[in-house]
Nanobody
Framework: QVQLVESGGGLVQAGGSLRLSCAASGSFRSINSMGWYRQAPGKQRELVARITSGVTNYADSVKGRFTISRDNAKNTVYLQMNSLEREDTAVYYC??????????????WGQGTQVTVSS
């Protein structure tokens, strides 16, 4: 069984910073890609940032403010969030595409961590 455990959410004032972490544990062959998504109240879950073999992509709304990185040795992905805005308030979910065997992969989700930005 593969688990993703997130940490680092909280309450911050607009203009402040937070760093989210997500560690994968369990039995698996490797991790193909990892990313962060978010869901605000009344809205659909959306991609924030993703990293695949060192290549990153970001939602337009966070470009220049957020940075995703990955420590392969620790099976951990990070999201450094700077210049936070009220619109960044949401539950942030970690996602990983896990290679279970040579022929199968599956997506795994974390439990979510709340980020609240106050004005």
């Amino acid at each position: 069984q593969v688990q993703l455990v997130e940490s680092g959410g909280g309450l911050v004032q607009a203009g402040g910073s937070l760093r989210l972490s997500c560690a994968a544990s369990g039995s698996f062959r490797s991790i193909n890609s990892m990313g962060w998504y978010r869901q605000a109240p009344g809205k659909q879950r959306e991609l924030v940032a993703r990293i695949t073999s060192g290549v990153t992509n970001y939602a337009d709304s966070v470009k220049g403010r957020f940075t995703i990185s990955r420590d392969n040795a620790k099976n951990t992905v990070y999201l450094q969030m700077n210049s936070l805005e009220r619109e960044d308030t949401a539950v942030y979910y970690c996602n990983a595409n896990i290679r279970l065997t040579a022929f199968s992969s599956r997506d795994v989700w974390g439990q979510g961590t709340q980020v609240t930005v106050s004005s």
